[in-house]
């Protein structure tokens, strides 16, 4: 019992520092809709390679990858359709086809529902280590393009005409993106990991100023949601991810008030 717990904390700990760390561009970007689209694309294809007899973990990634190059394929300037637009069109899609894939399974769908609620029953050696490996490769790559995310979170438009391979950054990014929502999905939930994107960078966007503290404060607020999710859910025996994700919101309402109350001061 006690080495589980201790994997689940870590596995918490690296999740929530992952999909933190994400956060601090997916809403600097304005796009927090992101979160939850590729979600939906991972458990849709979760649900098929699981019909087709293959390995359902590599239906998350794979579904998770081509749903981001289709957004990375939306180009506002160049067109008539809004990132955001894009972004409801393809979940409505991925929402479709996840609750269409649900209705052709035979038998027990339980397993496959757990993927919408996330569990700690779902952490295994194997996950934690591959979690692992995603957050690494998303922080290099986050050190590595650093100053070209920092002009992409101000303007694609302006990054463009200053030189800077936007389009390629940008492409990468949103991979690495499904990557990693697609790895954490079934210990957080699909349909409560968009929380733990928005909530941890929200909040470190209230209390931050530098682009630095807003990633070091984000990524850590990230960490603390979901561990200290994962205890409520462990000793409580309530859900994973909505403890997680009750955790998050009170996390962004402190920092809220904190604000409010330097102002004040």
Known sequence: MDSFFHLVIFAGAIAGASTGLLGVYIVGMRMPFIGITISHAAMAGTIFFCLLGFNPALGAITASIITSMSLAAIQPEK????????????????????????????????????????????????????ITIMSLLLAVFTITFNKELKVLLFSRSIAAATGVHERFVYCLFLALCGIVLSVNLSIIGGLLIFALITNPAAAAYQICRGHKSVVIVSTSLGALSAVGGFLISFYSNLPTGACIVITSTVIFVLAVAFRWAIGKS
Do not use: C, P, Y
């Open 79 to 130: 067109s008539r359709l809004d990132t955001n637009v894009g972004l409801a069109i393809v979940f409505s899609l991925m929402l479709g086809l996840t609750f269409l894939g649900i209705g052709l399974m035979q038998g027990s769908r339980s397993e496959v529902l757990g993927l919408l609620w996330g569990s700690i029953l779902f952490v295994h050696k194997k996950t934690v280590v591959v």
